[in-house]
């Protein structure tokens, strides 16, 4: 009758608020196990008529009490009353277990996440349970606290960055989470902290009501970079501090030397060259490498490199500018991407993780649900945006069909992953050719019983040539006939075993393909004075799938590339291993004596034979002045690869 009947569940879920002043645990107990699990989700409303009882149990000693109303409270927060509820859950943060903090962190962010009023109060509530439960909270609370500071307005991010300088200078040094937040805040947005801050929030609806007409203002002085280079060092030097906080606290000391460049503090810059360079002599590998590498940046950014002033200014600035913002909505396509019901569905995810209705059109056909094929599914998501295409296998294609007389217009019951594959790249398949022709074309096959198809003078044999026998020493001995002289040798033909050379096939006309003694030369790319020459060997003549593919860049501008970095992306069906470049500068073609830059990228293609190597690339470099960015998909590969 209660869930038929509105005055009936309104009459029982007063009866249960009575029940929870009893002062008997077990029928407090009851009401609070009735009400989150049967009523709440009827009649939310009448349930926040004891929304201040179902609070006052947060406090009661028994654990098992205190537990159940804080499940109903996460039921009963909503966007009017989200902000006192929080409030609610930060005090009882502070009184409960050690062992259910991290639970409790977790569900905080995700009311915050929901019902935040503003970006200001979500920074607010963050930074105070990081103070609070820093040490107990998740990796993924962090990384939540610092994508919204990352997304916030410039005031904003100011504010929070005076505001994590000084927990920081009030925490112990025990809290790992507000350590890791505040110090990452610190090196991104250090330039802020030279600055005085201050800010006046405008009246609540409540103030009239409770007599406070003048508002509160914030203020933060401005400090000397010696000051905030001393917080981040002493949170550094704890004896106890977690290397993760050493980490973040190099790369800090990093950014912060880019961030003070203009403050004219010569003093502190040395002294963050130093700080930097403090750990290259240490245990971790890890800091170790960050120590020496960021070392290298700041020294190159200031005039001492190996590549010259400008492209070492260059990439300096590049790698310790400030952080590009996240996108939710890539992330929430991957999200969509990586999702998959039991019957190999796409499902779609909405803000809180759960999933919506699976879309119709997102269901997978049976090619693509085959996790065996592999394909480059997801590489529209690695690079951020769609590609530019350099095959051209479609007149391959047309014309193959055409030579087997196939219709064009017949119906296809499947699809294989490399069409899978030209599909996402907007262009057909090649269809696959063997390796090696089939043994009716007239190869050897050395393990058959046919005889060698050439001989010692290079004669032809018929190919209806009677076997040949080959005497067994191990045998019992063939009694000799009659006819035949005793002791007479048997001739035996002798077996010259010539492995055929695999024959030639057509070379798509869609690159500059060029044969030499190292191997074969495709252009790959040719762009803004940027052109790109693979060079494909094959390094092991007893396994034709292993290849090596050497990419030649070429300067055809009247000024030095800087900045190089090229990208590449396989098929999960090809296993890659790419090599860091001769060097990240290409100098400007002098009379042909310019020094050449390569990069070797070794690639073994496991269904060689069946499906092409394909390859996506991504090159970013600056020419000019001018940042360039380039996206492109190459399946122009030679045969055999």
């Known amino acids: ?23 008997d645990n077990n029928i407090r107990y009851v009401a609070l196990n009735t009400l989150s699990s049967c009523v709440v989700g009827e009649d939310a409303a009448s349930v926040q008529r004891h929304r201040q009882t179902i609070v006052d149990c947060l406090k009661d000693p028994d654990i098992s009490i205190r537990q159940r109303s804080l499940e109903l409270i996460y039921h009963l927060v909503n966007n009017e009353n989200v902000e006192a509820l929080t409030a609610e859950l930060l005090n009882y943060l502070v009184l409960c277990p050690r062992e259910h903090r991290k639970d409790i962190c977790t569900r905080v962010l995700r009311v915050v996440h929901s019902y935040s ?5 979500r920074v607010d509530t963050l930074i105070t349970m990081l103070t609070i439960a820093g040490r107990e909270c998740d990796s993924d609370v962090q990384s939540a606290t610092i994508v919204y500071i990352s997304r916030a307005s410039e005031d904003l991010r100011a504010y929070a960055t005076h505001k994590l300088l000084k927990a920081i200078r009030d925490d112990d040094g025990t809290q790992q989470g507000l350590l890791v937040v505040g110090i990452w805040c610190i090196g991104e947005y250090g330039d ?48 106890r501090c977690p290397e993760i906080v050493i980490q973040r606290a190099i790369t800090c000391f990093a950014k912060l030397h880019e961030r003070f460049a203009d403050s004219g503090d010569t003093a502190s810059i040395a002294k963050l060259v130093k700080l930097v360079q403090k750990y290259r002599s240490s245990h971790s590998l890890e800091l170790q490498l960050r120590s020496c ?3 290298a940046l700041i020294a190159g950014s200031g005039g001492d490199s190996l590549i010259g002033n400008a492209g070492s200014m260059s990439a300096a600035k590049e790698v310790l500018a400030r952080m590009p913002v996240v ?13 998959t019901n039991d019957f190999g569905q796409l499902e779609m995810l909405d803000d809180d993780g ?59 019951t499947g699809k294989s992953d490399v069409d899978l594959l030209s599909d996402i790249f907007s262009t057909p398949a090649a269809a696959s050719v063997p390796l090696f022709p089939s043994s009716s074309a007239g190869t050897y096959d050395p393990f058959s019983q046919q005889p060698p198809p050439i001989i010692a003078n290079n004669t032809p044999v018929p190919s209806q040539m009677p076997p040949v026998t080959v005497p067994d020493i191990f045998a019992n001995p063939v009694p000799v006939a009659s006819t035949m002289t005793p002791m007479a040798p048997v001739p035996v033909a002798p077996l010259n075993v010539v492995v055929p050379t695999p024959v030639p096939l057509p070379i798509p006309t869609g690159s500059t393909v060029s044969s030499g003694a190292t191997g074969t030369v495709v ?8 052109e790109i020459e693979f060079e494909c060997t094959k390094p092991d003549a007893f396994n034709r799938q292993k290849s090596e593919v050497l990419a030649k860049f070429k300067n055809t501008t009247g000024a030095p590339i800087y900045g190089l970095n090229l990208q590449c992306a396989v098929p999960k069906y090809v296993t890659m291993d790419m090599l860091p470049p001769s060097s990240t500068t290409i100098p400007e073609r002098s009379g042909g004596t310019a020094k050449e830059v390569t990069q070797l990228v070794k690639v073994t293609n496991t269904m060689l034979g069946t499906k092409k190597l394909l390859m996506k690339l991504k090159i970013s470099f600056t020419t000019n002045g001018n940042k360039v960015d380039h996206m492109s998909t190459f399946s122009s590969f030679p045969d055999g690869y």
């Open 1 to 23: 009758a209660i869930p038929s009947e509105d005055g009936l569940r309104v009459l029982a879920i007063n009866i249960l608020g009575r029940f929870l002043l009893n002062r």
């Open 117 to 121: 009023p503003e970006d200001r109060w």
């Open 192 to 239: 802020f902290l030279l600055k005085p801050y201050s800010y006046t929030p405008p009246p609540s609806p409540n103030a009239a009501e409770s007599g406070d007409t003048q508002p509160v203002t914030i203020s933060f002085m401005a400090l000397e970079p010696s000051s905030i280079i001393k917080t981040v060092e002493d949170a550094s030097k704890q004896r």
């Open 293 to 295: 590498e960021l070392g």
């Open 327 to 339: 996108d939710s909505k890539i992330v929430e396509r991957r999200q969509r991407l990586a999702a």
């Open 354 to 412: 759960g999933n919506k209705d699976v879309a119709a059109s997102l269901i997978s056909t049976p090619a693509a649900a085959d996790n065996s094929g592999g394909g480059l599914l997801d590489l529209e998501d690695i690079f951020g945006a769609p590609s530019e295409t350099t095959n051209n296998d479609q007149n391959l294609e047309s014309n193959s069909k055409q030579s087997n007389g196939q219709s064009s217009e017949k119906p296809v």
């Open 523 to 530: 252009s790959a790319f040719a762009k803004d004075g940027l």
